[in-house]
């Protein structure tokens, strides 16, 4: 029995992945109810291909926009490069842009009808383990302390392996790392919103206007009825350098409601060819607001029979669409590797060394934003702006530019393409 801490969309997966696998598992989740919140998400190809190993890709299209293009551009509107996105750039599985909310509803339905309506238990919070769990030698199961939302009383329950699926302000990850793991702020603070409007381009690209060293929009549509009907339900992020890289962060909640008064003097008068900016935030239904974090790369994950998925692994900047889609690649060889190793803790240390290799230099990358220093420069030459690209960046520059952008959104395409499943034959 795996018991997951956190019903996000790691480990609503994670569980879909060991049932499928032929592994018991339940779920443990501190909100009372689950409720589709959120704004827009990417889901890279990656990700799409082992959600629909899973059984959900027709469900996924009905769900989200396959994405077709990312169009970076300048302060001003000038496309400095647009790379295509997905199945045209290759890949046999599409990027989906798609609302967080429904994307976890669609999960959680999932998990119901295949796994029981019983197996995620609300209301309970993590609160620690046994004085043994995370001795590698120790036996299972390890005992695990929960509390009660409702009634506030402590509980035990007991699970061969625990995964902490709880975020980046995981309970569990506090237990395993108590000390000098603190949240590192960028110094920019991100606005999120949905707005209707007007379709952008062909209404399935993903738009990157301006740069981290001032303010950043970034746009794409996720809701596939507006599209039907000619409209499009435009997610946006607003990224604005607030204060220098390593400042105390303001409260990073995901769910902090942000105000127009404190976004709208950064985008005053930014209206671009294809994007009326100030308009889009100030249509938006509702605004969030969320400092840019994350956390330095762990030496371990985890302990004896205790491990951690998602972002309370690797919370990481959402540069390259990555946060959600590592998520899901953790919860689906987490189960490979603990349905095909004879001992549970070689399982986890398996897992564990397979997905830091990978999401190690994701949070790491992260940080040095290339493909915004070259939007900078082709910003700095023509500060009046310009009519073709090759007017201000050299075909070797534009080549770096692309090279950078694959960094840290893309995955070599023939390798995915080629790659084995992941699924664990029954």
Not at 31 to 60: D, F, M, S, T, Y
Not at 347 to 355: D, Q
Request: some cysteine; overall charge negative.
């Amino acid at each position: 029995m795996v018991m997951i801490i956190g019903a996000g969309i790691g480990g609503l997966t994670a569980a879909l992945s060991l049932h499928a696998a032929g592994i018991d598992c339940t779920i443990v989740e501190a909100v009372p109810e689950l409720k589709p919140l959120g704004v827009g998400i990417n889901l890279q190809p990656h990700a799409v291909r082992e959600l629909e190993e899973l059984g959900l890709g027709e469900e996924l299209l009905r769900t989200g926009i396959p994405t077709s293009a990312l169009s970076y551009a300048t302060r001003r509107g000038d496309i400095v490069l647009t790379v295509p996105r997905g199945q045209a750039a290759g890949y046999r599985w599409p990027q989906l842009s798609i609302h967080r909310g429904n994307l976890q509803m669609l999960l959680l339905r999932a998990v119901t009808e295949r796994l029981g309506a019983d197996v995620v238990r609300t209301g309970l919070s993590f609160e620690g383990f046994g004085p043994r769990a995370l001795e590698p030698a120790a036996p299972g199961p390890v005992t695990v302390r929960l509390r009660e939302s409702a009634t506030g009383r402590l509980v035990e329950d007991g699970a061969d392996v625990v995964i902490g699926a709880d975020g980046v302000h995981s309970a569990v990850r506090a237990r395993l790392h108590p000390r000098g793991d603190e949240l590192r702020w960028s110094g920019i603070t991100m606005w999120r919103g949905i707005t209707e409007r007007d379709p952008l381009f062909d209404g399935a690209t993903m738009v990157v206007a301006g740069t981290q060293y001032g303010t950043k929009i970034v746009a794409y549509p996720i809701c596939p009825e507006a599209r039907a009907n000619g409209r499009a339900m435009v997610n946006w992020v607003t990224e604005v350098r607030t204060a220098p890289a390593g400042a105390p962060a303001s409260e990073a909640d995901w769910w902090r409601s942000g105000r127009l008064e404190d976004v709208r003097p950064y985008v005053s008068g930014w209206v671009l060819p294809f994007l009326d900016v100030p308009e889009l935030i100030a249509m938006a239904g509702r605004i969030l607001e969320y400092p840019m974090v994350d956390k330095a790369p762990l030496p371990r994950w985890g302990a004896g029979r205790v491990s951690l998925l998602g972002d309370a692994a690797h919370p990481m900047y959402p540069v390259g669409s990555n946060g959600g889609s590592q998520a899901i690649l953790d919860a689906r060889y987490l189960a490979l590797a603990l349905a095909t190793e004879p001992d549970p803790v070689a399982g986890l240390a398996r897992y564990e060394h397979e997905r830091r290799r990978q999401t190690d230099g994701l949070v790491r990358s992260g940080h040095r934003f290339e493909v915004d220093d070259l939007v900078r420069l082709a910003e700095q030459r023509a500060p009046g702006g310009f009519t073709d690209v090759s007017e201000v960046l050299t075909a070797q520059e534009l080549s770096e530019m692309t090279a950078a952008h694959r960094r840290v959104a893309d995955m070599d395409v023939r390798a995915l393409n080629e790659r084995p499943s992941w699924s664990v034959p029954r």
